[in-house]
């Protein structure tokens, strides 16, 4: 199956590169003040990249830069090889795998599922809770029973061989650290911009390696992994979810840009603003921010050294480079 993965992936990213540049390189440029030209995907991690080609194939298909956010993470989602992010990621203490999810458009709709159970995709789960009920967040069981009315399909609970393998080796001490780069790199976090400057996006993942059993982080909750207002820009976000629930990390940013800080000012002052609420443990707290703006400029700014995220158009897919803090 991970050698089938594999293929499709390649697949995918060979149909872009017909189109002239996809580099997977990783140049350190200035991409802020710069404008879309639409659509523009973002996403976070090296993960984004061949989730950024499936957005983009998605937006040719449809024009939805809704349902672009959406399909790009979904490629993640089912990626056997990332234990960050779906049912193939790394369990809580109790072996268990929960996924949170969330999705928003520009125009305030948004939805999300949180501490769920068995469901392949918890993205299109957050889309159906948007789009079909009068909330926006569906939590563990409730979530899960929304799941079955709507017709997903319950997936065998069982951990993924690799997520065995590692849960097997955590019991043999049962600690838990976070290691920043590593534990911390759990979230597909995807904001998009459409050529007509329509925003969207959307935040999926297992959480952290071996949390307590009920923990959320930041990925659910709207305005700290996720915001997104057309009339000031969209931003997510990764890393250690208490952290970034504790500013509100992505709403700070959304009401940065929107007066009058750009997309790297904005990232900037976030990282700063969680810095001063975690100052005793810092050294173990990485968390990454992800910005655009209505007109099409870019931020993306980390407490530490190591983050990444991937920025793609209908010519190009890149994996660049966030500065940081320290």
Not at 7 to 33: C, E, M, N, Q, Y
Not at 112 to 125: D, Y
Not at 144 to 172: C, M, N, T, V
Not at 182 to 201: F, P, Q, R, S, Y
Request: one cysteine or more; glycine letters at 10%.
């Amino acid at each position: 199956m991970s050698q089938r993965r594999k293929f499709i992936k390649k697949s995918l990213l060979g149909s872009l590169v017909a189109l002239p540049t996809l580099s997977h390189a990783l140049p350190r440029i200035d991409f802020s003040r710069k404008k879309a030209d639409g659509p523009l995907i973002l996403s976070t991690w090296n993960h984004g990249l061949p989730a950024n080609v499936a957005a983009i194939e998605k937006f040719k298909q449809t024009g939805s830069i809704l349902d672009a956010v959406e399909t790009g993470v979904k490629d993640t989602e089912l990626d056997m090889d990332n234990l960050s992010v779906g049912l193939q990621g790394l369990p809580d203490r109790e072996g268990i795998t929960t996924l949170d999810a969330s999705i928003m458009t520009g125009d305030g709709s948004c939805g999300s599922v949180a501490f769920v159970r068995q469901i392949k995709h918890p993205i299109t789960l957050a889309r159906a809770v948007m789009e079909k009920t009068p909330h926006v967040m569906l939590a563990g069981e409730g979530a899960r029973q929304f799941a079955i009315a709507e017709g997903f399909p319950l997936e065998k609970e069982e951990l993924s061989p690799k997520a065995q393998e590692a849960y097997d080796e955590w019991k043999k001490t049962s600690k838990y650290k976070p290691v920043i780069n590593i534990e911390n790199h759990d979230t597909i976090g995807m904001i998009g911009m459409d050529d007509k400057g329509k925003l969207a996006g959307s935040c999926t993942t297992s959480g952290l390696a071996y949390k307590m059993h009920g923990r959320v982080g930041d990925s659910p909750i709207i305005g700290a992994g996720l915001y997104v207002d057309d009339e000031a820009g969209a931003a997510t976000a990764t890393g250690l979810g208490e952290s970034i629930i504790r500013i509100c990390g992505s709403f700070l940013i959304v009401e940065l840009m929107r007066q009058g800080r750009s997309p790297q000012e904005a990232c900037e002052e976030a990282v700063r603003r969680l810095i001063s609420k975690n100052r005793k443990n810092i050294a173990d707290i990485q968390a990454g921010f992800l910005a655009i703006n209505k007109d099409g400029e870019v931020g993306a700014f980390a407490v530490h050294p190591g983050f990444n995220f991937a920025k793609a158009n209908l010519t190009s897919n890149e994996l660049i480079d966030s500065k940081s803090h320290f």
